[in-house]
């Protein structure tokens, strides 16, 4: 199953974890004192949040899939256009 990755950087992490958790009508299903991830079938997105020291705003946007063969699909699809990518496995 492929889902859209976002982790926002926040500066106020508390204040974050409320807006996203009224947003999406649902808590986080991770939470720490600098960090929080949604996991989300509607939308189908992982969306991490945290206060980790880094200036607030978009941190990175990924594709996460489950398997290594789905990770080589969409590395190959994406470099077919020419993107350059970071494979995390």
Do not use: C
């Not at 986080?28 to 991830?37: E, H, L, M, Q």
């Not at 880094?54 to 699809?77: F, W």
């Not at 994406?78 to 990518?85: F, V």
Request: overall charge negative; glycine content about 6%.
């Amino acid at each position: 199953m492929k889902r859209m990755h976002l982790h926002i950087s926040v500066a106020d992490i508390d204040q974050a974890v409320g807006f996203y958790s009224v947003l999406f009508g649902a808590p986080p299903s991770v939470v720490k004192s600098d960090y929080a991830k949604w996991m989300l079938d509607d939308p189908r997105v992982n969306l991490a949040i945290s206060s980790r020291a880094r200036a607030p705003g978009v941190d990175h946007v990924g594709i996460q899939v489950d398997s290594a063969a789905e990770l080589a699909e969409l590395a190959g699809r994406l470099k077919d256009a020419g993107a350059q990518t970071l494979d995390q496995e």
